[in-house]
């Protein structure tokens, strides 16, 4: 079993997951809009280019997201993506890149008493983060 985060968005969907393969590295391996869905039910013409699905990988692992269809969205409450990286650099690298333009830190990346590092921040999109990298065992 895996379990994968789906991350919803209000319009940004494209624009975030492209974001997020380019500091997380991963590949876009969909990207399906609204506009190319099957069948005669069609989305209003607003929401034609807005994304129904999108799935990224990074390594083996996946996020999958969408934009919430027509008076669906909901801000992202409740819960963090967390990432957790094996070196203080990559650490670094993934906040420092994550985190460019959010709307809150929650946390500054800095070391705790778990972690070498740790920092927790909501970025431009409205997706809650915690990047983590462990002390050695």
């Known amino acids: 079993m895996k379990i994968n ?3 919803f968005f209000n319009g940004q969907c494209e624009e975030a997951v492209k974001f ?3 500091v997380l590295g991963g590949k876009i391996e969909l990207m399906l809009p609204y506009k190319d ?3 005669d039910e069609k989305p209003p013409a607003e929401f034609a280019n807005h994304i129904m699905h999108a799935r990224m990988s990074v390594g083996d692992q996946v996020i999958l997201a969408s934009d919430a269809g027509p008076g669906r969205y909901n801000k992202p409450q409740g819960f963090d993506v967390s990432l957790n990286v094996d070196t203080v650099e990559e650490a670094e690298r993934i906040f420092k890149g994550l985190s460019e333009g959010a709307q809150s830190i929650g946390m500054p990346l800095g070391e705790t008493f778990w972690a070498e590092r740790f920092g927790a921040f ?3 999109f409205g997706t809650n983060w915690m990047v983590n990298c462990n002390k050695p065992m």
């Open 5 to 7: 985060p789906y991350l």
């Open 20 to 22: 997020y393969a380019k």
């Open 122 to 124: 909501v970025d431009k």
């Open 37 to 39: 869905m099957p069948g």
